[in-house]
C-alpha cells in the first residue's frame, strides 16, 4: 500500500486528487496540508512514502520543503505538482530533492503512474522533458542565464520578477529586505541586467512568474 500525502492550498486541487488516487486500491491518503507548517505536521503524524507536493505553498518555498523533507524524511518521496512548464521548474526540483514533477494538466493515469515510479525509487518526468534534458546534455548546450542562479537567488528571481516590492518579496521568501536587496543585486550581476525592469521582462518571458 502506498502512503501519500497531499499539500496543496487550493481545496478544489486537493479534492481532485484525493478523488484520483481513491480509484486506485493500491493507494491511500494519510494525511492533507494547506500550508508548509500543516505539511510538517502531517510528516511527523504518520509514515508517507509519497508527497504530492504544489510548487507554489503559501508559508515556504519549495526549495525549502524539499530541504526539510530531505533532511528530517528521507524516506518520503516527493512528486512536485505544477502549473508551471516543466522546462523551467522541473531540473531545479530535481536537484533540490524531488523524485518526481508533473504538470496539472496531465491525466488522471499519468499521476498515478508517476506515483508508482518514484513509490519505487525512480525519477519522473515526462518523456519530452526527458528527451530534451539529454539531448542538450549530449550537445554540450549552454544554460540559460537563470539556470546558473542559486536556489535562493532564483526564488528571488521569481519573485521580484513578478513585479512586486523588495518589501513585499522579503515578506513572501520570508527573508529581510536587506537580503532581499543583496540577492537583488547578485542577480543583476550574474545576469548581466541593469534594472528590476529587465528582471520583470527577463521572468515573463521565460514564463518564471509564480
Not at 532581499?180 to 550574474?190: D, G, M, N
Request: aromatic fraction near 4%; charge should be neutral; charged fraction near 25%.
Amino acid at each position: 500500500m502506498i502512503r501519500i500525502a497531499i499539500a496543496d492550498d487550493h481545496p478544489i486541487v486537493r479534492e481532485g486528487l484525493r478523488r484520483i488516487v481513491a480509484d486506485d486500491s493500491g493507494i491511500v491518503v494519510v494525511g492533507e496540508a494547506r500550508t508548509g507548517e500543516e505539511l510538517k505536521a502531517v510528516l511527523s503524524q504518520a509514515p508517507v512514502d509519497v508527497i504530492l507536493l504544489d510548487i507554489s505553498m503559501p508559508d515556504s518555498s519549495l526549495v525549502e520543503m524539499l530541504q526539510f523533507i530531505r533532511e528530517h524524511h528521507h524516506t518520503s518521496r516527493v512528486l512536485v505538482l505544477s502549473v508551471h512548464p516543466e522546462d523551467q521548474w522541473a531540473v531545479r526540483a530535481l536537484r533540490s530533492g524531488a523524485s518526481g514533477y508533473l504538470t496539472k494538466d496531465h491525466s488522471p493515469d499519468r499521476l498515478l503512474a508517476a506515483i508508482r515510479r518514484v513509490y519505487r525509487g525512480g525519477k519522473y518526468v515526462s518523456d519530452s522533458l526527458a528527451e530534451r534534458l539529454a539531448t542538450e546534455a549530449g550537445l554540450g548546450l549552454t544554460q540559460a542565464p537563470h539556470e546558473r542562479l542559486s536556489d535562493r537567488e532564483f526564488e528571488v528571481l521569481c519573485a521580484l520578477g513578478s513585479g512586486i516590492t523588495v518589501k513585499d518579496a522579503a515578506t513572501q521568501l520570508g527573508l529581510s529586505p536587506k537580503t532581499v536587496s543583496t540577492y537583488r543585486a547578485r542577480i543583476l550581476e550574474k545576469m548581466n541586467f541593469s534594472t528590476g525592469a529587465d528582471l520583470v521582462r527577463y521572468a515573463a518571458q521565460h514564463g518564471l512568474i509564480q
